[in-house]
């Protein structure tokens, strides 16, 4: 197995290779470094947009989910393709319109303002890094589960973080934006591939959907949990203790054989599958009905974080500026709705699959992947596709969902870097140190900006506390992938949206919003987080509880500020609104690149792309 | 024959810009109301009416688990479509004018003043 998922891995990698070399003479210049030129088809656009946003969340992430949690873990692909339709609606043909080189550049024009560009560069780098937290993780993790060989004297895991870092870094610099499209388009159709033929093969060993999902959801919900041995024996209010009740749904044999020699010493850990509770009524949570994972109100946190989220994702926005028009922009866009949608049904239908067909299957000696199955359970439901793969399709097909994984990786991992890095080059270097550099070291500063975000983003995964994270998160790649959204969806979408569709949108409601709402969210995240590892301040303990994602409170008051503080300051809008105005919802600049365009002149001198 | 097509200047004004942004604009509120209110109607439907998430159709599936697997991403997908259209379709129609050397303003596909 091991040397399988090596040859596929090194496959990924020396494809990228191919390809950022085949595209490096075309990453000279800023504009074809950042944005390929501007000059990139709808469909290609669509590919390398859901290969850029598709990360390990999605691919090992959502099945998981839906392992887990039935219909509950849905509502995150859901959430996921659904995020595409407000940016439809109201960003993806303004903004690249607008035609600048990455959102803080934008507000920066629009508002006329260093300061409105300074708030979003650091919101844009928070949101960055709360995103490559857990893809560096996530790489280290799919190398330990999947390669479980570590090189050059490291672990497994420090050696899946530095190998994704150095060749993220490589095929970035070397290929820009042109080879990241190229890769990204490639990654994203070889997990969708490997995704489809999972779901083929499981079809073809008699899986039945419908029949499934009956027989799962004919009583409670199950789920591995690690208990203590002492609260394990800890009788409830009901003078039932948690063993009685794990006994209760687990064979008897593996039982005795796993769980009861442990029992004499209290302070032991075991792994028991346990039935769950509905959030949302009295009484268990069955597979195909709501509530194992969220309150109502969790659930439209959920949903309101991940659909107004994606419109500020820096490495998603910054793919529609790749577009050559506003109309291309949105027709990429609708070929990205209906690719999600696919995707997220295929992984949907693996989640299933896996929980109907891999109890037989993934008996311990059954297994040659090192996952841990509690009962026919996996304890990390994340685990399900390459388990899935291996049981249906062998040591091939595990290649090949290796394969999909780590593009999966790479493809997020390298628009997050190019995003950051023009943040830093652009936003920061080219308007506040060195106005006047020429392109040639604009361009050099660019690079050095992705190499420093790459080592940033090695040693956050090699830093990162790891255990403690999953013992409170077990799915902490999409948990803290959702954070990243929160912080997009309450600090920069509402001033956004507000700023592309109102000419009132003033610099100081501008301001108010992205503080208010980037503020909000990010202290309630961290007071959730306090709360979760019971480091809450005393004062603090007797708060309620709010919804595990904050964006219902951030995201409206965010609205709430920048329409609050822009009446309040309405003799300020600014003067060249009218202008602005032209920019982004005129289309007479497009109109004549296009005529030029059909006429075969590509420039002219002071006519940029846009 | 580039400096030909320089010469011919494709130019919007603030007011056609001005009309299409407003539009645009209820084109896309119309469409995002449409859209908030039936990503909204799904987690409600799941408190207000407890069959649409317990009563099974067609083997396991519930109306909820239809609706989150199959009906809402194809929602998503006409909406998205129908909306593109019909934006692009309105900036072709309300924009679209060239400036040509010594003649009149003229809208692309119509004639100019002075042809025949």
Request: charged share 15%.
């Amino acid at each position: 197995m091991q040397a399988t998922a090596l040859v596929t891995t090194l496959l990924v990698l020396a494809s990228a290779l191919v390809i950022s070399w085949a595209a490096r003479r075309r990453a000279s210049t800023r504009v074809e470094f950042y944005l390929a030129g501007r000059t990139v088809s709808a469909f290609l656009n669509a590919s390398a947009v859901c290969g850029d946003y598709f990360s390990a969340a999605s691919f090992l992430g959502v099945a998981g989910a839906v392992y887990a949690s039935g219909l509950d873990g849905v509502w995150f692909g859901v959430g996921f393709a659904g995020g595409f339709v407000p940016l439809l609606l109201f960003t993806a043909s303004p903004l690249r319109r607008f035609g600048e080189y990455t959102l803080p550049d934008y507000f920066a024009a629009r508002f006329e303002s260093n300061a409105a560009r300074l708030v979003a560069v650091a919101l844009v780098q928070i949101i960055v890094v709360f995103y490559l937290a857990p893809q560096m993780v996530g790489a280290g993790t799919v190398w330990e589960l999947l390669v479980g060989r570590g090189l050059l004297g490291m672990n497994p895991y420090a050696t899946g973080v530095v190998v994704t870092a150095a060749s993220m870094v490589i095929f970035s610099i070397v290929g820009g934006m042109r080879g990241m499209t190229w890769n990204q388009a490639l990654q994203f159709w070889t997990m969708t591939s490997a995704m489809a033929l999972v779901v083929a093969f499981a079809f073809a060993a008699g899986f039945s959907y419908t029949r499934a999902l009956r027989d799962l959801s004919s009583g409670p919900l199950v789920n591995p949990e690690r208990w203590r041995v002492a609260e394990l024996q800890r009788p409830d209010a009901a003078g039932v203790t948690p063993a009685e009740r794990a006994r209760a749904v687990m064979s008897p044999a593996y039982w005795e054989r796993h769980i009861a020699p442990h029992l004499d010493n209290p302070e032991a850990e075991v792994v028991v599958l346990m039935p769950q509770s509905s959030r949302l009524q009295p009484g268990p949570a069955v597979y195909n009905q709501p509530g194992h994972l969220y309150t109502a109100l969790d659930h439209a946190s959920l949903l309101l974080t991940l659909i107004l989220g994606t419109a500020g994702l820096p490495h998603v926005v910054m793919r529609f500026y790749t577009s050559p028009t506003g109309p291309l922009a949105r027709r990429s866009t609708v070929y990205v709705v209906l690719l999600t949608s696919v995707f997220y049904w295929l992984a949907t239908t693996a989640g299933i699959a896996g929980r109907a067909l891999t109890p037989q299957a993934a008996k311990p000696d059954g297994v040659a992947l090192p996952v841990q199955v509690v009962d026919g359970l996996l304890a990390h439901p994340d685990q399900v596709l390459p388990l899935l793969a291996q049981t249906l399709g062998g040591a091939v097909l595990l290649g090949y969902v290796v394969a999909g994984a780590f593009a999966a990786m790479f493809s997020t991992i390298g628009g997050l870097l190019l995003a950051s890095a023009a943040s830093w080059g652009h936003d920061v270097f080219e308007r506040f140190l060195r106005p006047d550099a020429p392109e040639r070291l604009r361009v050099l500063v660019a690079k050095l900006a992705l190499v420093a975000m790459a080592l940033v983003a090695m040693a956050i995964g090699l830093a990162f506390p790891r255990a403690e994270f999953l013992r409170e998160f077990p799915a902490v790649i999409a948990r803290m992938v959702s954070w990243a959204f929160a912080i997009s969806a309450s600090g920069l979408v509402p001033v956004l949206i507000v700023s592309l569709w109102w000419r009132g949108a003033t610099l100081r409601g501008a301001l108010a919003g992205m503080v208010a709402g980037g503020g909000t969210c990010l202290v309630l995240l961290a007071a959730n987080l306090l709360r979760v590892g019971k480091a809450f301040p005393d004062w603090m303990a007797g708060l309620p509880a709010g919804p595990a994602l904050p964006t219902l409170v951030s995201a409206p008051l965010a609205f709430l500020c920048v329409f609050l503080v822009s009446w309040w300051d309405r003799k300020n809008v600014p003067v060249h609104v009218d202008e602005v105005w032209m920019r982004l919802h005129g289309t007479a600049r497009e109109r004549q690149e296009r005529l030029l365009r059909r006429a075969g002149v590509q420039s002219q001198p002071g006519w940029e792309p846009l | 024959m580039e400096s030909l097509l320089w010469n011919y200047a494709e130019f919007d004004t603030p007011e056609e810009v001005d009309a299409v942004f407003r539009a645009q604009r209820r084109l896309s509120i119309g469409h995002g109301l449409l859209f908030l209110v039936v990503t909204a109607l799904l987690p409600v439907l799941h408190v207000a009416w407890p069959a649409w998430s317990t009563t099974a159709v067609w083997g396991g599936l519930t109306p909820a688990f239809i609706a989150a697997t199959v009906l809402y991403p194809l929602f998503c997908i006409i909406l998205a479509a129908s909306y593109s259209m019909r934006a692009n379709r309105m900036d072709e129609d309300l924009l679209g004018r060239v400036q040509t050397p010594g003649r009149a303003w003229e809208v692309a596909g119509e004639p100019a003043q002075g042809d025949p």
